[in-house]
Each structure stands twice: as structure tokens, then as C-alpha cells.
């Protein structure tokens, strides 16, 4: 059974997904998994040669691809081939989770009770929605707005006017005022004249001793999770979508974007209004300086800066040009 508590979850065998498909096996779909993370009966998907490697190795039951990718597939799995590996990866997550499209308002909320959360500090307008928890020490500022089934471990500082959904925080985090939390990314297919969304089912992951100053938001992953690694700090202003995941102990200055399912490695600096296109790794250790467009995987150990990116003394060379 899936462990998802964020999202209402459809028991469906996968031959009513996919009706024209001709499967040797019909099971029901436990969850949809990225390739490494799908085991036994979860069904996962290969839109590109970039992963080629997680394919090999995926222990999913079944997977939608294309023609050209599914060589890479183990023998085992079962493959759906598709032309739009996205859309149909859309339409199966409408079936499996039906309420992740759009971010419902949440109607469990309530004002706290000292009883239910001993040793948590609570200021004015405060609510707090079904099955969430809160640990000891933490102090929640007036007007913030906990969803329901949220993790916030102890010795927190959550700021006014704060949203926080379908995420988990460790312990000793601070999340400045007006921080939104775990809300839907930006992801839709576009089909007759119509975009059809694609539901977001991940999480934010926030571990511990990370600050997340005024005005941030971090969009819940859509199939795997966004993750903020320890101790790490974000500056005013920044947006990180779906998926990402930022290491341990990196500095992001303010306005900084990161899109979907780019990786940023440990102790990463980068300067203000930087931005980081998706589906890249950043290794550890990299230094990005402030404006700058980052369109191609970095390296350990690098500093780059200029649109696009390129080594600090390439940019520094193109200026005396």
C-alpha cells in the first residue's frame, strides 16, 4: 500500500489505465514511482535517454516509455509504449491520486489546542489542519496556516502569514515570514487546445538546521520529492519547483530560480537572481555568481558566472572582448 498521506489514493489495476495496452499481467498499481524509487507493483516511467541508468536497474512492475527507450528496460517489467510519455504519465496520476491537480483549500483546519500540542507556542489566527504535528519548542507566528498530515520537528521558528503543505521538517528550521510550503508546481501537457495538468503526489523534505528567509516558496515534488539538505540557507525571495534537490550546507542568495528536477550538490553558493535550468547536476562545492544562467551540467569544485554560465576566467576573458 502507499505510504502517501497527503493525497486521497484511487485502488485501480493498471489494465483500466491503460485499456489498449496488451499486458501479461494486471495488477492493482500500489503507487507511481521515479525509476530508482519504484519497486514491486508501483508503475514508473522513461521519457529520456539522460536516464538510462536508472532504467537498467528499476525494480518496478511496469513502465511508460517509448519505442526508442525501452531497450534500457529490464526484461521483467512490464512496458507500456506510448508517444507522450508525459501526458500518459498525467493521465495516470489523475487516476491514481484524483485530487492532487489543484491544490484544494484544506477544510480540517482548526485553531490549536494546548492539549494536543504541549510545549508549542501559538500567536493570533493561527490553524491547523487533521494528523498534523508539531515538536516541542517550536513557535508558530500569527496568521500561518499548517495543512493537515505536515511534520515540523522541534525547536522551530515558523514566521507570519506562513503556508505549510505536504511537507516534513526536521528540527531547528526557521521559515521567515510569508514562506509558501509544498503548494502544486508547474507542470501541464498541452492537448487540444486545452493544457491537461499533471498532478504533483511528492512532498517537500526539509532537514535539519535549515533557514528559509522571508517571501520563499518551494513547490512539492510532482512524482519524486523536493529536498533541502542540512544546514542549508536560502535568502529572500527564492523559488525552487518541483523536485529539486539541494544538498547540505549551500548559501542561495535572493531571487535565485531553480527549475524542475535540477540537483544541487553540498556546499553550493550562488548569488542573487541566478537561475539554474531544470533536469541538471550542480556538483559540490560549486560556486555560481550572482545573475547568471546555468543551461549545462557543473562539475565539483567550479565557479561560473555569465548567460549562459561558463568558468570564471572564460567570463572574465569574454568581458575584454
Same mark, same amino acid.
Given at each position: 500500500m502507499s505510504s502517501n498521506v497527503f493525497f486521497k489514493r484511487n485502488k485501480i489495476k493498471i489494465n483500466n489505465i491503460f485499456p489498449n495496452?496488451?499486458?501479461?499481467?494486471?495488477?492493482?498499481?500500489?503507487?507511481?514511482?521515479?525509476?530508482?524509487?519504484?519497486?514491486?507493483?508501483?508503475?514508473?516511467?522513461?521519457?529520456?535517454?539522460?536516464?538510462?541508468?536508472?532504467?537498467?536497474?528499476? /525494480?518496478?512492475?511496469? +513502465?511508460?516509455?517509448?519505442?526508442?527507450?525501452? /531497450?534500457?528496460?529490464?526484461? /521483467?517489467?512490464?512496458?507500456?509504449?506510448?508517444?507522450?510519455?508525459?501526458?500518459?504519465?498525467?493521465?495516470?496520476?489523475?487516476?491514481?491520486?484524483?485530487?492532487?491537480?489543484?491544490?484544494?483549500?484544506?477544510?480540517?483546519?482548526? *485553531?490549536?489546542?494546548?492539549?494536543?500540542?504541549?510545549?508549542?507556542?501559538?500567536?493570533?489566527?493561527?490553524?491547523?489542519?487533521?494528523?498534523?504535528?508539531?515538536?516541542?519548542?517550536?513557535?508558530?507566528? *500569527?496568521?500561518?496556516?499548517?495543512?493537515?498530515?505536515?511534520?515540523?520537528?522541534?525547536? +522551530?521558528?515558523?514566521?507570519?502569514?506562513?503556508?505549510? /503543505?505536504?511537507?516534513?521538517?526536521?528540527?531547528?528550521?526557521?521559515?521567515?515570514?510569508?514562506c509558501k510550503i509544498g503548494q502544486k508546481g508547474f507542470g501541464f501537457i498541452p492537448f487540444k487546445n486545452k493544457n491537461f495538468k499533471i498532478p504533483h503526489i511528492g512532498k517537500v523534505q526539509i532537514n535539519n538546521d535549515v533557514e528559509i528567509s522571508s517571501g520563499c516558496t518551494i513547490d512539492r515534488g510532482s512524482v519524486d520529492d523536493t529536498i533541502i539538505g542540512n544546514n542549508t540557507y536560502l535568502d529572500n525571495q527564492v523559488h525552487i519547483a518541483h523536485n529539486v534537490k539541494i544538498g547540505d550546507n549551500c548559501m542561495i542568495a535572493g531571487q535565485v530560480g531553480f527549475a524542475g528536477s535540477s540537483k544541487i550538490g553540498n556546499s553550493v553558493s550562488i548569488g542573487g537572481q541566478a537561475g539554474v535550468s531544470g533536469h541538471l547536476k550542480i556538483g559540490n562545492n560549486v560556486k555560481i555568481g550572482g545573475g547568471s544562467g546555468v543551461v549545462k551540467d557543473i562539475d565539483d569544485n567550479q565557479i561560473v558566472m555569465g548567460y549562459p554560465a561558463v568558468p570564471f576566467k572564460q567570463f572574465l576573458k569574454n568581458q575584454k572582448k
Open positions: 495496452i496488451n499486458l501479461s499481467k494486471n495488477f492493482d498499481i500500489n503507487d507511481i514511482k521515479p525509476l530508482p524509487l519504484a519497486k514491486k507493483n508501483d508503475l514508473t516511467f522513461f521519457d529520456s535517454i539522460k536516464y538510462q541508468f536508472d532504467a537498467i536497474k528499476t /525494480k518496478g512492475s511496469a +513502465c511508460i516509455t517509448t519505442k526508442r527507450l525501452e /531497450k534500457f528496460l529490464p526484461n /521483467k517489467i512490464e512496458k507500456i509504449i506510448v508517444k507522450n510519455v508525459l501526458f500518459d504519465l498525467a493521465k495516470a496520476l489523475k487516476a491514481v491520486y484524483p485530487l492532487a491537480d489543484i491544490d484544494y483549500p484544506d477544510l480540517t483546519l482548526k *485553531s490549536p489546542t494546548k492539549k494536543n500540542f504541549k510545549g508549542v507556542k501559538f500567536g493570533n489566527n493561527v490553524l491547523i489542519g487533521k494528523n498534523a504535528k508539531i515538536g516541542k519548542n517550536t513557535i508558530i507566528g *500569527s496568521n500561518s496556516i499548517i495543512e493537515h498530515d505536515v511534520i515540523i520537528g522541534k525547536d +522551530c521558528i515558523i514566521g507570519s502569514g506562513v503556508i505549510v /503543505k505536504n511537507t516534513v521538517i526536521g528540527d531547528r528550521v526557521v521559515l521567515q515570514d510569508n
